[in-house]
């Protein structure tokens, strides 16, 4: 592609890049600062590793439990990446907006992907239902994980797949294992999605078309060169290479699979075991079990435009769906919530973008109209070589100039216009439905809160003359004199309102896993169920194992500090 078209079909990418990220930052921004119900206590867990690896440190987590190592929690080396970020803004805060922008830049692949395949505008839909989908806003809503980090490589090595690139779909999945160690679960399904596709013709078959009467990279029926054999040799060897890659990616995935749960978790967990193996034992009997993943099945499918079902790349998502469905952990298993359906979405997307692809490329040739070269935007390419042929009157053998020689990275697709209006019908149903999937269920979803003028309570009461009406106003103001009452350094031991919040001064624990004889205990008004107590002072004094005494030097609202005596 020249820059005209590059710069072309990267504004729909941009727009919709800066949308995502404008609306997950506006909503992570106020939860934090509104101090919203938290989710879980997984924000502290990775502040406190992000804490760690700023200072070169150990990842001790405090908040998992005393002296816990979070390297023998999940295999996630990845989020050491986490320090320097952590190092310039010490704040949880700042790991909130990481993912957001990681979220919102894994769709400007994809939206230029599908710009180049059918129009800017139809990319600008499919580019926003995609990064405001319900896998995106589960994900926001939960706040930090670290499938954050697979959004940008799912979304890269799904437009390599969908252009047959298969050394670019291997270098963007063998990272992928250094994020969770059952990503290499992932790569495995990735190199058996490229191993189908490189021996399968009717999957192989590529967007772009090669020369006169040919049926694309992968050769089938192409005119060829002078001996007639250039095209299917080319392609012959990206299907050979295809094969190599897709096996070496299913060692490779299995290999780092068994390594993280097998060697490196063990040998860092306190138990020297992996806690996160299925087990037989406490298997769901929720009656609601079967409908919340038969509905994870069926979102999943309509984000892919149900044609996406028909790509092999979509396999990719079945070691998430397995283990999720397999485990017996209830929110494992809903749709409109929480992280784990975010790395589906670039997977859904993919598959869907793949059958269009390949609808477009089959279309054309079906219809048997002979398109030289064509460019992104439907029209003839010509390059300066075939015009001066045209031009000193010898049209006769331009359409077989250098303009036909195969390309090795497909950058053109084959015109619209050519292809068979069943193929056109079906493209556009699937994209209608993706798009009509993410605009029905957006009301059902996290992030349609935002659209409350209470969202924001802080920003509401600032209008509000009267003090007396800005309680939650108060409430935050509150909080935060808890927090600066904590010396620098101190240990404490907190519930989950407060626990991330305390990180950046503190060595923060959970009461349901701290040990005892902490310097400080922070109880907040909703911590009676997480305490069995109301108050600070003789829970304390309950649980020390030195036969410790606390004094109750702060008591607001039933926010309550105590202090270790002595």
Known sequence: MNLKEQIRHSIPA?????????????????????????????????????????????????????????????????????????????????????????????????TRLASRL??????????????????????????????????????????????????????????LVLVKEDMGLTVLMIGVAVILTSAVPAWYRTCTVIRPGGRGADGLDAAGDAAGNAPKDDAARNRRRGLR??????????????????????????????????????????????????????????TSGVVGVTSPWLLV??????????????????????HYNATLMPIALGALLDVVARRRAHGSYVADHPVRQVGVDGRAVME???????????????GESDVDSPRRRPTAFPTWLTVPMRHR???????????????????????????NKNFDPLAAEAKQSDEAKRTETHRVAVAHEVIATIPEGATVVTDLSLLAYLVPRAE?????????????????????????????????????????????????DNYQIAKRDG
């Open 384 to 398: 300066r070589s075939a015009r001066a042929t045209l031009a000193s009157g010898e049209a006769g053998t331009a």
């Open 317 to 338: 998502v079945l070691p998430t769906l397995a283990w999720r469905f397999l485990g017996s952990v209830e929110f494992y298993w809903v749709w409109d919530n929480w």
């Open 508 to 556: 923060v624990s959970w009461a349901g896993t701290s040990g005892p004889d902490k310097e400080y205990i922070v109880m907040t008004p909703t911590s009676a169920n997480q305490w069995g107590s109301s108050d600070a002072a003789a829970w304390g004094k309950k649980h020390s194992k030195q036969g410790a005494t606390y004094t109750l030097i702060y008591n607001k």
């Open 14 to 110: 941009a727009i919709v890049v800066v949308i995502g990220a404008w609306v997950m930052i506006y909503y992570s921004i106020v939860q934090w600062e509104t101090m919203k119900p938290v989710p879980s206590w997984d924000l502290a867990i990775f502040s406190e590793l992000a804490k760690a690896y700023a200072h070169f440190q150990t990842p001790i987590v405090p908040v998992k439990g005393d002296g816990y190592n979070l390297l023998g929690d999940h295999f996630h080396p990845i989020l050491i990446l986490l320090g320097p970020i952590w190092r310039l803004f010490p704040t949880p805060l700042s790991l909130l907006i990481t993912q957001d922008l990681l979220l919102a830049l894994s769709a400007w692949p994809l």
């Open 118 to 175: 059918t129009n800017q505008w139809v990319a600008g839909g499919l580019g926003l239902v995609y990064v405001l989908s319900w896998g995106m806003q589960g994900a926001v809503a939960a706040q930090f994980h670290e499938i954050a980090f697979a959004m940008p490589l799912l979304a890269y090595a799904s437009v390599a797949f969908v252009e047959r690139r298969w050394g670019a779909v291997t270098a963007w999945s063998a990272p």
């Open 425 to 451: 019908f079906v493209v556009a149903t699937s994209i209608l439905t993706a798009v009509a999937t993410g605009v029905l269920t957006a009301p059902y979803l996290p992030l349609w809160q935002a659209t």
């Open 245 to 302: 890659l897709g096996v070496g990616m299913i060692v490779g995935g299995i290999a780092a699979f068994l390594f993280a749960i097998q060697v490196f978790l063990p040998a860092f967990n306190i138990n020297g075991v992996w806690d996160y193996g299925l087990s037989s034992q406490d298997q769901p009997t929720s009656p609601d079990a079967l409908t919340h993943k038969a509905m994870v099945v069926v979102m999943l499918i309509l």
